[in-house]
């Protein structure tokens, strides 16, 4: 048997409110809101969020990493070895992308269903468009992260791959060049109708290919970026039970949102459901699972749902500067030098992993880590992680000199609970909501870019 | 092994120090051409009677050739040295140990930095390659987290304790309004200060040291070659550095209501100086006032004011040029400005003018009654939990 042994979903805290689109730029905009990646993620960080949740309550761990985004932080290198980095996966695991359209998500994803081995097939968008473009506020930014392997890969297949089809054809109803914050539109009728012919053949075929009929689905998840096409030729398949596509809540997240609709799907399933995704991507790809007795003893370490609610706003303005859409006044304050490569990836422990180092004799905790206890000892240290670990907010104070990509800097002392200091930032917070005592966990950001060179390494974020 | 000090074997003989401003017509080698020029007039002396050169400066130059080119020094060993914002007092130190240790009879300890060509507002760390991993953070945010801290610890109320860390800078401005070398040369009162907007943390522009470009100098000499120079050198009773372990940064159990590393200094230099009683004993004290809340936590780490009394004595004008214990009476980082590389020797020029008696007339301390004239500089730098802490005791006669 194979097929999916955990998921994560990872959405981004801030979210906006469609209609102040509208109400600022008297055009686009609508109903319900947006996720927002804050300024300091991308999709690589987003990615090692998601994973991070898909890989806590398991004990399988991947023999690859895949790494899908029609929006990376680079090209010509690849995003998923900083995956492979801060998940402190071993480096015999290999790590590879699969970039620039929705497609390659889904492709990933099936890859490895029909692949050997144990998987992390991860998906991660910031999708933008232009101020009031539909594209604008129909996406979403987050990340999905699927663990795929056989039942002998050490944890139990939550969810069997019973198979599935799929339609390849060239048509171009959407397209964007390199570098571009624009994707440009075919009119909608040609797209509806070519998406129509696929998805019915489709859908036909992975009936036939698992022995099932339309009646035997419990639940389906439609997405594509042509949300007319979806919604549209979705009604011609005569699926009953549709599940939301979390358009009105989320947005469409590109190449996360195959994954996160998985996620979600999962969360409020049953041993024995059977369940379809079908994604309308160059193409029309269904897959088909069935839900085991393993889904009673599964724990999402955090469910959509919760993160649905958990959100808290952003102005459209503040969403356009963190676009790069608005430009802003940066601080007077020299803008961050390059990160230096050979040094990051000698401290990729500390840097991605967030490794510590603790005294072996006096149990005392190094953050960074260190050689030379303050007793003395020199390399008697054991390695521990801290990324999972939550601390309480000592002090904490407000910079507003520093240099930002967006100020101010809100800035704590944090102590972990099981020792151990880390004065840090701290993300995804108004500046007049942070308190001493608040309760804190760890996040992976992209602090800033020097020359190009994305900057990751750690900060602090409320637990909520 | 131990720590045993120089107590009364090493005099200042001159001393000299520019204004510190924005010196924009003034380079750095103008500003040590001045400060050393002003320097040997002090003592007598002139350049080539100076046998050995230490030159602080944190991030304006770098070896000594940036002191022996512009001065044109012949055959003369030149030592840059660098110890963050207690560099000036570092290279005093270094002068002086080499007088004591009889490698040379006279040295120059110079300090200077061009602050102001960077372009940018407030002080700016040396690019240095690195992972990405460090505290994003300036200097004022670290050390705005002082004020919570100790108000909570101590029981004072948060606005209360605003009010005082802006008496601390009202003082530092009345003094340098009466300084002519001092950058700000104009009284702000507290209640102004506290009206200003926060930069960091509770924080404003008011509570940080002045950005300012400036140099100066002493000249060094064994204590008993000192008369041949001077009439009334300084005698060198106490030098005294620490350099922190970091601990406050990563040890759960560092509250930020104290700076260690200052502390251990100033216990290290009271014994090498043989001071039990530092409030009665110290006529006057010159201190690291980056931040407000720098200068409060040292009343105590100084040993002038209990633990969690410092901020009554604050209220109370122990600290005023007509108190118990004048600190900062030149106007301080606060009002004097602080170019970083010459902050700890313009500390020390304080102490020349003024336990000599040759401070203006209107902001001399008073002095008489007093056995023994000794004065106390304590300079830092870096931030609380990861700092270097210096102190040194000078006095008028050998004991």
């Not at chain 1, 023999?63 to 290198?77: E, Q």
């Not at chain 1, 996040?443 to 190009?452: I, K």
């Not at chain 2, 040291?209 to 060094?220: L, S, T």
């Amino acid at each position: 048997m194979r097929g999916i042994i955990s998921l994560g979903g990872y959405l981004p805290f801030r979210r906006l409110d469609r209609s102040e689109i509208t109400a600022v730029l008297g055009q686009g905009g609508g109903r319900g809101t947006r996720t927002v990646a804050s300024f300091d993620e991308d999709t690589t960080s987003m990615g090692v969020e998601a994973a991070r949740l898909a890989l806590a309550n398991v004990d399988a761990m991947p023999s690859m990493v895949s790494f899908a985004s029609v929006s990376p932080a680079y090209f010509d290198r690849t995003n998923a070895t900083v995956l492979h980095a801060a998940l402190r996966l071993h480096r015999t695991t290999a790590a590879f992308d699969a970039l620039g359209s929705q497609r390659s998500a889904v492709g990933a994803l099936e890859l490895a269903l029909r692949s050997t081995g144990t998987h992390l097939v991860v998906g991660s968008d910031i999708r933008i468009g232009l101020p009031s473009s539909a594209d604008e506020a129909a996406g979403g930014d987050g990340a999905s992260a699927i663990l795929i392997g056989d039942d002998d890969a050490g944890s139990p297949i939550i969810a069997e791959y019973l198979g599935g089809a799929v339609a390849t054809g060239e048509f171009v109803d959407r397209w964007r060049e390199p570098g571009s914050a624009q994707s440009k539109l075919w009119e909608e009728r040609f797209g509806e109708i070519v998406y129509g012919e696929l998805s019915v053949q489709a859908w036909a075929d992975a009936l036939e290919a698992t022995d099932l009929t339309v009646g035997d689905i419990t639940t389906a998840a439609l997405t594509g970026l042509h949300a007319r096409a979806v919604a549209r030729t979705g009604a011609k398949l005569g699926i009953d039970n549709l599940a939301d596509d979390l358009s009105g809540s989320v947005g469409n997240t590109g190449a996360a949102h195959p994954g996160l609709l998985l996620c979600s799907m999962l969360e409020s399933s049953s041993p024995g459901d059977v369940v379809a995704l079908i994604t309308y991507a160059d193409g029309v790809q269904v897959s088909l699972f069935r839900v085991t007795d393993a889904i009673a003893q599964y724990q999402a370490a955090r469910t959509i749902a919760s993160q649905i609610e958990a959100g808290g706003s952003v102005g459209y303005a503040k969403f356009l500067s963190w676009r790069d859409m608005l430009p802003i006044e940066p601080p007077r304050r020299p803008e961050p030098d390059r990160p230096s490569s050979s040094a990051a990836y000698r401290n990729a422990d500390w840097k991605y992993g967030l490794v510590a180092s603790r005294d072996q004799e006096s149990q005392r905790m190094y953050m960074p880590p260190s050689r030379v206890s303050a007793d003395g000892a020199v390399d008697q240290m054991d390695h521990i992680p801290m990324a999972d670990a939550v601390g309480t907010v000592a002090t904490f104070t407000i910079d507003k000199l520093v240099y930002s990509p967006s100020p101010p800097v809100v800035f704590g002392v944090v102590d972990f609970d099981g020792g151990g200091r880390l004065p840090i930032e701290i993300a995804d917070v108004d500046a007049d909501q942070v308190a001493v005592g608040d309760r804190v966990e760890m996040t992976f950001r992209r602090l800033y870019a020097g020359d190009g060179i994305s900057n990751y390494f750690w900060k602090a974020r409320p637990l909520r | 092994m131990g720590s045993h000090g120089i107590k009364d074997q090493v005099a200042v003989i001159g001393m000299g120090c520019i204004p510190f401003r924005e010196h924009w017509e003034a380079s750095l080698d103008d500003m040590l051409i001045d400060a050393a020029v002003l320097t040997c007039e002090s003592a007598g002396v002139a350049k080539d009677d100076i046998d050995a050169f230490w030159f602080g400066t944190s991030q304006s130059a770098a070896s000594g050739l940036s002191l022996s080119i512009p001065l044109k020094l012949e055959g003369k060993p030149v030592t840059r040295v660098e110890n963050y914002c207690a560099t000036g007092s570092e290279a005093l130190r270094q002068a002086s140990y080499a007088v004591a240790s009889g490698a040379y009879d006279v040295a120059m300890a110079i300090g200077a930095e061009k602050v102001k060509d960077g372009g940018y507002q407030g002080l700016n760390a040396f690019p240095i390659p690195h992972d990405g991993t460090k505290r994003s953070l300036t200097a004022a945010g670290m050390y705005s987290l002082i004020l919570p801290a100790y108000a909570q610890k101590h029981g004072v109320d948060e606005g209360e304790l605003r009010m005082v860390l802006a008496k601390i800078a009202e003082k530092n401005h009345y003094n340098g309004a009466r300084n002519p070398l001092s950058q700000f040369r104009r009284e702000v009162s507290a209640e102004k200060i506290c009206g200003m907007a926060a930069v960091a943390g509770e924080l404003s522009v008011f509570d940080c040291a002045g950005v300012a470009d400036g140099a100066a100098a002493a000249i060094v000499v064994r204590a008993e070659d000192a008369h041949k120079y001077c009439d009334d050198p300084l005698y060198i009773k106490a030098l005294s550095f620490v350099s922190g372990n970091g601990s406050g940064v990563t040890d759960p159990d560092y509250d930020f209501t104290s700076l260690p590393e200052c502390k251990m200094a100033a216990d290290d230099a009271y014994a090498q100086a043989g001071v039990t009683d530092p409030r009665s004993e110290i006529a006057l004290a010159e201190v690291h006032d980056c931040f407000t809340p720098t200068e409060l936590l040292l009343m105590e780490d100084l040993g002038f004011s209990e633990p969690g009394t410092a901020w009554r004595d604050v209220l109370d004008g122990t600290f005023h040029l007509d108190g118990e214990l004048p600190v900062n009476p030149d106007g301080g980082l606060k009002a004097f400005g602080h170019p970083v590389g010459a902050s700890g020797l313009r500390m020390h020029y304080e102490l020349w003018q003024q336990l000599r008696g040759k401070a203006e007339p209107e902001r001399q301390i008073d002095l008489s009654g007093r056995d023994r004239k000794l004065g106390l500089v304590h300079n830092l730098g870096g931030y609380p939990g990861e700092m270097v802490g210096f102190v040194s005791i000078l006095g008028t006669e050998v004991d």
